[in-house]
């Protein structure tokens, strides 16, 4: 059963999946990855001064109502948007993605400037930029995005120990995590949802409960593709029921945000495809992710390997594959991440 939307996944597919490969793989052979590295960079130290700045505004009372997203449009839900993404969630994954692209420009200029790196001046740009996109995670309020980011960073300070980069390259990141770590203690509502995480009481909690009910009727061949939203409405809790009518408070309009997706990709695949599907398709994906941080002997490639591997367990407890920009930024690093070593051994930069 494809479902009503196949035809539209189709073509969503095109996006997320054909094109960030096929663009990897122009990419790799005319060896243009540091300047696709500059201008991912660029354009997303954009987004998070814009994100920055319109969710400065959004929170004094000043924005136009319906305006929410960069000014221009309206977000379903304003209080969880920041820049150009609708789910402040979704923005933290991305930055994962990009912050280790980021760092692999780091590792470029330590190679050529060992003595001035902080001299140089696009050192320095790096380096705020990675500042102020771990400060536009915390200011989008994205709790979870504080802690992926965390360990993304925290992963990648001990692969930098593990390699022996120099101690001026690992110095800043260890400031970043410090002071991410102690901004994550001192929100009450991070602190709250920990509480009722260890009590049992969570919104999650009683989502993944509900979907995981839903997987024990049809654990080996799944529902269909895109069955959840239909499928997800039998199975529902009554505490799932009322927190939804809580949510929609805050929204422009009556609608349903949370019957459309379980708050985690890996559990709705299986619902979805099955064990059967998953063992086929997904399963091979993370294995081979997972083993490129032991396997891979370049530092960039690593670095690029650890972030995919983050946005995986992000998967577990959220849903980052169902954005577009997401999606097609994982599917591209993984793309050069694959196909490296047929190019040129590592990451050419």
């Not at 994954?93 to 140089?120: D, G, M, N, P, W």
């Amino acid at each position: 059963n494809f479902g009503d939307n196949f035809y539209q996944n189709l073509k969503l597919s095109f996006f997320t999946i054909l094109l960030p490969f096929s663009f990897g793989i122009i990419v790799l052979k005319l060896k243009l990855i540091k300047p696709t590295f500059w201008a991912l960079t660029a354009s997303t130290g954009i987004l998070v001064l814009l994100g920055l700045y319109y969710r400065f505004q959004y929170l004094q009372g000043n924005s136009f109502a319906g305006s929410e997203i960069l000014g221009l449009w309206q977000a379903p839900e304003p209080r969880i948007s920041f820049a150009s993404f609708t789910y402040k969630n979704h923005w933290s994954a991305y930055v994962i993605l990009v912050l280790s692209v980021c760092l692999c420009l780091f590792l470029q200029i330590l190679k050529t400037r060992v003595f001035a790196f902080f001299r140089c001046k696009k050192s320095v740009l790096l380096l705020v930029f990675t500042i102020i996109s771990v400060l536009s995670v915390f200011y989008s309020s994205s709790n979870s995005g504080l802690i992926f980011v965390f360990l993304f960073l925290l992963s990648s300070i001990l692969l930098f120990s593990l390699k022996k980069i120099s101690l001026k390259l690992i110095t800043p990141f260890v400031l970043i995590s410090i002071v991410l770590a102690s901004l994550s203690l001192t929100k009450s509502v991070f602190l709250d949802r920990i509480k009722d995480l260890f009590s049992g009481d969570s919104f999650r909690l009683n989502l993944w409960s509900d979907i995981i009910n839903q997987i024990q009727l049809k654990t080996f061949w799944g529902y269909g593709l895109d069955s959840y939203k239909t499928i997800n409405g039998i199975f529902q809790s009554t505490e799932i029921t009322s927190a939804r009518v809580q949510n929609l408070q805050g929204a422009h309009q009556q609608y349903i945000p949370i019957t459309i997706h379980a708050h985690t990709d890996f559990l709705q695949i299986l619902s979805e495809i099955g064990f059967i599907g998953s063992s086929l398709i997904i399963f091979p994906i993370i294995f081979g992710v997972v083993s490129w941080i032991f396997t891979k002997p370049s530092t960039k490639s690593n670095l690029t390997a650890i972030s995919l591997n983050i946005i995986l367990l992000y998967s577990i407890v959220d849903f980052p594959f169902r954005n577009i920009a997401v999606s097609s930024m994982f599917v591209f690093l993984l793309s050069i991440n694959a196909l490296s070593e047929k190019y040129k051994r590592g990451l050419y930069l």
